[in-house]
Every structure is written in structure tokens, then in C-alpha cells.
């Protein structure tokens, strides 16, 4: 069975899988809910492309923990934003018990990265190569390869978005690109966007979208096998899904490679960005470069609090369970600009294809919170009743001073 190290797939204990969610999405909140959207210009349609730039910043904020705490509880078990500000096609980075999210560009950063260590915001790529254009830094997504690490982000030259690599030696950068031109270019296909790495059986590969829908061409994912150092490709590009299905509005992008319960598994979001059409379906893959055969319909779609999600990715929590992060419209809000897309986030399991579990094991994790916290409270009443019973009969034997 192919060794995909992105996520982990280790297996855990029952008691362990059920109180997960809280872990991982305690984690993935302190790192978030730390910071809040301040200025709200309306974005603008980039030229060119489906997606545009998004223009909202954020503002560091003292947060307590239990504003945290409440932040991630209200998430788990109502299904809302973890984030609930601007953040789209969001990439999460894990080491151990440390994370790290990054966004497409704000106004204020051109690759925001938001830390569980703390800090608040920080630009991961604060100086773009000479041949890119300001304000069209997309989708970015990273790796760590040997002592380094690798970002892969999309931009804008020529008229057309292309996919180009910075280095840094910490996740927060300052991450390097001194290339003299993209990565990844195709002009003639209407550009590219959404990289997203993967590593499979000890070798490095990267999925992309061909993003022709910019210029009235066809849109697909494709990949290809990456050098040692994931700062080149290798070999022949070769294309794992084209978009064939009703759902998909002609349309499919932001691929993301994981691995449940053996299955190679490829998501990808399809249909209009900007509407609550968008949503997140998948497919298998015999290898790292397919062939792939698609499941029918979306696992993502519109419901409960939001609308249109989409450009996700997949990461692993501490205690290896699967897990997505996605963008998506609160509901009601959706290409509303001054609202923006908001963080969310799922757990994953597989049954016969991709399975939302995040919610239903968030509510059983609370049951069993406050199940444990009523056997506490009645064995702490019983006992002190037993040290009250002790001390009268005690104060009752005692014989009363002689005159």
C-alpha cells in the first residue's frame, strides 16, 4: 500500500478517536481566533481569472482562553466558522502540536500565516520576484523537504496566474523566491493555480489546476513528480481529472491528495466560486499520478450555517485522524466582499467515500464531557457528605467537659 505522508494515517484507540476534535480543533482555534478582520475593501475581479484577490486585513487581538475555549466550542457542535473572518483556500501546516495556516493575500500580507505559537499575523512571503504583480498571491500551500521549507503559491504575470516556489527555514518565513520566472506557466491553457504537495512512498509530487476557465478553455487537474528538493518538476504532466459531472458546472480546481483508510483519495472544489453551487467532491487514484476515478456528487456541499465551500485542503491531527479545512460563505452572505470566506473545519473517515464526522463526534465528545463532569460532581458530593457524617458523629462522641 502506497506510504502518503500527507496526512498520517496512523491508527488510534476509541476513547482517543472521540475526544480528538477537541485537540485538534483547540489547537487549529488558538490559532486563529487570536486575530480579526479589521478594513473591508471590496475585492476586484482579477483579470483573467475565476478567483480574485481578497482585500481584507486582519489585526492582532488579546484573546483569553476562554474566549478560545468558547470559540472552538460554539464551532464543534453548531458547525459554524473556526474562523470567522476572511480566509480563503486555506492551507494548514502541522509539526507535532504546533500549527500554522496560511491564506491567499490580504491587503495587508501577501501570504498571511497565522501560528498556534502566537504572534498574530506575520506575511510569509514579504517580497515578491520582479517579474509578478502585486495583489494576486493565491492559494498558497507549503512542505518541509530535508531542513527547509518549500512554498508553493500562485501569481499573476503576463496576464495570466503561474505557480512559483520561495524558501524559508521556519514555517512563519520569511520565505524566498528568487526565480526569474514561474515554476509552473502554461500561457496557451489560461495559466495555472492551487498547487498543493503531496509525498508518496518516499517521492514528492505536486497537483495543480489548470485554470482555463480565465480565458473560455477548459479546466482540469494535473500532476506531476517533484525533484528531491520540490523546487522543480520532473517528468511529463499528466492529468488526473477533467470536470465530466452536472455539479460541476464545467469547472473543477483546488485539487488536495490524502489518503483514508488505504484509498488514495483526491479532493477538489467545482462549479462557481462565488456561488452556493461550490463544493467539494473526490475521487480515488490508483497512484500518484492516477489514473483517478471520481465518486458521484459532492461529500461538501451547501448547508447548515454556510454556503459555497470549497478550496480545501487536508492535514492531520496529533493523533493522526484526517482532517479538512475548507472556506466557505456564511450562510446568506455568499460574494458579499466585506464578509468574505470563512475558516471551517471537518474530520474525515471513509466509507466507501469520503465521510463528515466532525460534528457528530464533537456532540458524543461533549455528552461524554459532561457525563465525567456529573460523575465528578455526585463523587465529590457523596464524599464531602461522608466527611460531614464523620465530623457530627465525631462532635456527638465527644463527652461534654466535667463542672
Given at each position: ?9 496512523t ?10 476534535v ?6 487549529v482555534s ?18 483573467g ?11 492582532g487581538?488579546?484573546v483569553?482562553?476562554?474566549d ?31 500549527f ?9 500580507a ?62 512563519l ?24 504537495p503531496?509525498e ?5 509530487y505536486?497537483?495543480?489546476k ?26 511529463e ?58 465518486l458521484?456528487g ?29 472556506h ?6 455568499v460574494n ?9 473545519l ?55 467537659p466535667?463542672p
Amino acid at each position: 500500500m502506497p506510504d502518503l505522508h500527507k496526512p498520517s494515517t496512523t491508527k488510534i484507540g476509541a476513547a482517543n478517536r472521540l475526544l480528538f476534535v477537541a485537540v485538534a480543533a483547540l489547537c487549529v482555534s488558538l490559532l486563529l481566533v487570536g486575530c480579526s478582520d479589521s478594513s473591508s475593501t471590496p475585492a476586484t475581479q482579477a483579470d483573467g481569472s475565476q478567483r480574485r484577490p481578497q482585500t481584507r486585513g486582519f489585526a492582532g487581538n488579546t484573546v483569553t482562553n476562554l474566549d478560545f475555549l468558547a470559540q472552538a466550542a460554539r464551532s464543534l457542535i453548531t458547525g459554524t466558522a473556526i474562523y470567522d473572518a476572511d480566509f480563503a483556500d486555506p492551507f494548514v501546516y502541522r509539526e507535532g502540536g504546533d500549527f500554522w495556516a496560511y491564506a491567499t493575500n490580504t491587503q495587508d500580507a501577501h501570504v498571511p500565516v497565522l501560528a498556534s505559537t502566537g504572534g498574530g499575523v506575520v506575511d510569509a512571503l514579504p517580497d515578491l520576484p520582479e517579474w509578478t504583480t502585486e495583489g494576486y498571491i493565491w492559494s498558497p500551500s507549503v512542505a518541509k523537504i530535508g531542513d527547509q521549507m518549500v512554498l508553493y503559491y500562485a501569481t499573476a504575470a503576463l496576464g495570466r496566474m503561474c505557480i512559483s516556489v520561495g524558501i524559508a527555514d521556519n514555517p512563519l518565513g520569511p520565505f524566498v523566491d528568487t526565480s526569474s520566472e514561474p515554476l509552473i506557466c502554461p500561457y496557451d491553457d489560461g495559466g495555472v493555480i492551487d498547487p498543493s504537495p503531496y509525498e508518496i512512498d518516499g517521492k514528492r509530487y505536486l497537483t495543480w489546476k489548470i485554470d482555463g476557465n480565465c480565458c473560455d478553455l477548459p479546466t482540469s487537474i494535473v500532476a506531476s513528480e517533484l525533484s528531491a528538493d520540490g523546487t522543480k518538476l520532473v517528468g511529463e504532466t499528466t492529468t488526473l481529472l477533467t470536470p465530466d459531472q452536472d455539479w460541476e458546472g464545467g469547472l473543477i480546481e483546488a485539487p488536495s491528495m490524502t489518503s483514508l483508510d488505504g484509498n488514495l483519495v483526491l479532493a477538489y472544489s467545482a462549479n462557481a466560486w462565488d456561488s452556493a453551487n461550490y463544493a467539494v467532491g473526490a475521487a480515488t487514484c490508483e497512484g500518484p499520478l492516477g489514473p483517478c476515478s471520481k465518486l458521484d456528487g459532492p461529500f461538501l456541499h451547501s448547508e447548515g450555517s454556510f454556503e459555497g465551500p470549497g478550496g480545501e485542503e487536508w492535514f492531520t491531527s496529533p493523533l493522526g485522524d484526517t482532517m479538512l479545512v475548507f472556506h466557505a460563505w456564511p450562510k446568506g452572505d455568499v460574494n458579499d466582499a466585506d464578509i468574505g470566506r470563512h475558516l471551517y473545519l471537518e474530520v474525515v473517515e471513509w466509507d466507501g467515500g469520503p465521510k463528515l464526522v466532525g460534528q457528530q463526534r464533537a456532540r458524543t465528545a461533549l455528552v461524554v464531557l459532561i457525563g465525567s463532569i456529573l460523575i465528578v460532581a455526585v463523587g465529590a458530593g457523596v464524599v464531602l457528605n461522608e466527611l460531614r457524617k464523620k465530623r457530627r458523629d465525631k462532635h456527638s462522641k465527644t463527652p461534654s467537659p466535667q463542672p
